[in-house]
Nanobody, 122 residues
Framework: QVQLVESGGGLVQTGGSLRLSCAASGRSFGRSSLGWFRQAPGKERKFVTSINWSGGSTAYADSVKGRFTISRDNAKNTVFLQMNSLKPEDTAVYYC???????????????WGQGTQVTVSS
């Protein structure tokens, strides 16, 4: 059974930082793209960022470029999201995802975590 377990969410003030982690188990994701989506209250789930299996290729939503950084540790089957300069509009449930594919405008994932809440206060 595949499991993606997120951690690191919480409450932070505007301008602050948080680091999310996602531990994968049940199979090796060494050859899969990993990443993050987020869903704000009343809105659809949106792509945030992804990283390919080697870590050599990343993609970011325009809204987080320059502020968020994704990385992965294949030996530990873990992906990280460093979020800096957080804004109230970053408030959302953040979902870890595996097996991500997309063309830059539409993104899909094969596996999902249960999500972790990130709240940025103004």
């Amino acid at each position: 059974q595949v499991q993606l377990v997120e951690s690191g969410g919480g409450l932070v003030q505007t301008g602050g930082s948080l680091r999310l982690s996602c531990a994968a188990s049940g199979r090796s994701f060494g050859r899969s793209s990993l990443g993050w989506f987020r869903q704000a209250p009343g809105k659809e789930r949106k792509f945030v960022t992804s990283i390919n299996w080697s870590g050599g290729s990343t993609a970011y939503a325009d809204s987080v470029k320059g502020r968020f950084t994704i990385s992965r540790d294949n030996a530990k089957n873990t992906v990280f999201l460093q979020m800096n300069s957080l804004k109230p509009e970053d408030t959302a449930v953040y979902y870890c995802a595996a097996g991500i594919t997309g063309d830059g405008s539409k993104w899909f994932a094969d596996y999902w975590g249960q999500g972790t809440q990130v709240t940025v206060s103004s």
